[in-house]
């Protein structure tokens, strides 16, 4: 049912490249906020000077929309909240802290990271949990004076409740967290500088985010988030506590969280590929959902259609680059003819394409290119698969040479010839059978015969269907690639 009340958001940070965990988050926000009729709010984390990158963010932006992954708020598109870019709100969250600490919801702590660091150490040694012990949760003036005076710099934490907290969450169900397992916590550094503890919430509350759906890692944050949730409600700053969904790990190899290390987790790969946007997200939402028991192939427009958040998997999902290539490989095929010779096209100019830009036939390419479809896993395959038609010799593949050229395909490929040349070039039936006939003269079945056919007119082993393609290079090309191999064959 329509929900236009829903707000979510996608808030990255920009650092490095944008990797498919983080496509797969941003994913599920919009396909729930386009399920809803609501609004998708993107926010970008650049509060760490250090790590942030103006190239990261264009980058965010760009793999995006490249995604076809719109947003309603945001960079470039505004919104009632602006700005977006947490470094353009330092102001927004050094008000909200202010507010927090004279209202008693937080406090400076003087504690020292080497204090701090002993006492984690006695708490594990004696079995205790190690988190922050409260050491400066009520100090008196005196007190904090008296750490002043001695020159130490405070941090503020967030004083967190004494009882449990008790949440439903939308992947995982009713959650409990004690008190032993969430201590205070920081929420500014002794610079000034907000912590993304305090940003996060207090943008989503400003924002009137209604689902917060994000990373399993960030699970154990929200108890932290739900407790200044209602000091920001108190303070009549949030409105309401947002509903949290927390998505499932995406495992790699070795059982290992997919991480941005990893090379197969970088979007970029995938694009410079040539995966389809549609391909890509259509695999990366099986990622945690599932469409159907018995269909694994859907389009954007259905996912949003079927998706709802309370479908989605708690268990790990692991990743599974083959999967991914399949079912790529079923949305090239289901791209009229037209929307695929444009999608290739990329891939047959520069750097791609390893022949003369002059050499390009644009007929010879609109008459193979519906063969090229079928075959496809990705749209960088192309180059290789057509690079025949456009060279003015084939490549020079050694492996696929030696692997075509056994003992007597001199002969073959000189009765091939003499039966090619007198086909009928209108029939690519015809000049299989050509092909076929030789074979036979030989002791040899059609698959064994057309392999040094192959090899000498496109250089390679593995290609597109042969005799159609002998049928668009055209005769005289054809039987001159043959005579060049009969050449080689017995220099």
Known sequence: MANADVRVRFCPSPTGNPHVGLVRTALFNWAFARHHQGTMVFRIEDTDAARDSEESYRQLLDSLRWLGLDWDEGPEVGGPHAPYRQSQRMDIYRDVADKLLAGGYAYRCYCTATELDERREAAR???????????????????RAAYEEEGREAIVRFRMPDEPITFTDLVRGELTFTPDNVPDYGIVRANGAPLYTLVNPVDDALME??????????????????????????LGIAKSIPAFGHLPYVMGEGNKKLSKRDPQSSLNLYRERG????????????????????????????????????????????????????????HIRMLDVKAFTAACEPWLKAPHANWEPEDFDQAAWEAIAPYAQ????????????????????????????????????????????AKLEAADWTS??????????????????????????????????????????????????TLARIDAALAKLTA
């Not at 985010?209 to 108190?234: C, F, M, N, W």
């Not at 997200?281 to 709802?308: C, H, I, P, Q």
């Not at 075959?375 to 696929?400: G, H, Y």
């Open 275 to 330: 995966f389809l946007p549609e391909g890509l997200l259509n695999y990366l939402s099986l990622l945690g959902w599932s469409f159907s028991a018995d269909r694994d192939v859907f389009t954007v427009a259905e996912m949003v259609e079927k998706f709802d958040i309370a479908d989605v998997n708690a268990n790990p999902a692991r990743f599974d680059l083959k999967k991914a290539e399949a079912i790529n490989a079923d």
């Open 428 to 477: 690519a039936e015809s000049l299989k059978n050509a092909v076929l006939a030789a074979g036979e003269e030989h002791g040899l079945k059609l698959g064994k015969a057309q392999a040094p056919v192959r090899v000498a007119v496109t250089g390679r082993t593995v290609g597109l269907p042969l005799f159609e393609s002998l049928e668009i290079l055209g005769k005289d090309r």
């Open 125 to 143: 040694a004696a079995g205790r949990p190690s988190g922050y012990d409260g050491t400066c949760r009520d100090l008196t003036a005196e007190q």
């Open 209 to 234: 985010i209604t689902h917060v759906l994000r990373g399993e890692d960030l699970l154990s944050s929200t108890p932290r988030q739900i407790a200044l949730y209602k000091a920001l409600i108190e």
């Open 374 to 417: 079928t075959r496809l896993t990705v749209l960088s395959d192309i180059t290789a698969n057509v690079d025949f038609l456009f060279r003015k010799e084939p490549v020079e593949d050694e492996a696929s040479w030696q692997k075509a050229m056994k003992e007597g395909s001199d002969a073959l490929l000189r009765t091939a010839r």
